[in-house]
């Protein structure tokens, strides 16, 4: 067969034209098909990951949101100094600090 020499900045790769080469002939493998089970979920619900993980965030966030709003608002009831006065009665809250591990 013939050589082919590919060059690309700082590599240079030589390629040997076979003809009648089989591509599924464990010779001719070069390495990059990886059947691992995690390139295979990858490639098959790879973009259904990801929005799982997109919509989990945000849920996550916004319940961080409300449970500090809820902690801050049991804290005026009780007739606390509210934070933005300078008060941090907010910091013996349970409910604000669920939200703020959220």
């Known amino acids: 067969g013939s050589l082919i020499t590919l060059s ?6 030589v390629c040997q034209v076979i003809s ?3 591509p599924a ?5 070069n ?12 490639n098959n619900y790879g973009f259904y990951i990801g929005l799982g993980l997109a919509v989990f965030s945000s849920f996550l966030i916004g319940s961080s949101v409300i449970l500090k ?3 801050l608002l049991r804290l005026v009831e009780k007739g606390g100094t509210r934070a933005g ?3 941090h009665g907010y910091l013996k809250d349970w409910l604000w600090w669920a939200g703020l591990l959220t």
Do not use: F, M, N, Y
């Open 8 to 13: 690309c900045l700082s590599h240079r790769v």
């Open 20 to 22: 009648g080469a089989v």
């Open 25 to 29: 002939d464990p010779v001719q493998d």
């Open 31 to 42: 390495g990059t098909s990886d059947s691992s089970w995690i390139t295979r979920l990858e």
């Open 69 to 71: 709003k809820k902690g």
């Open 85 to 87: 006065d300078g008060g």
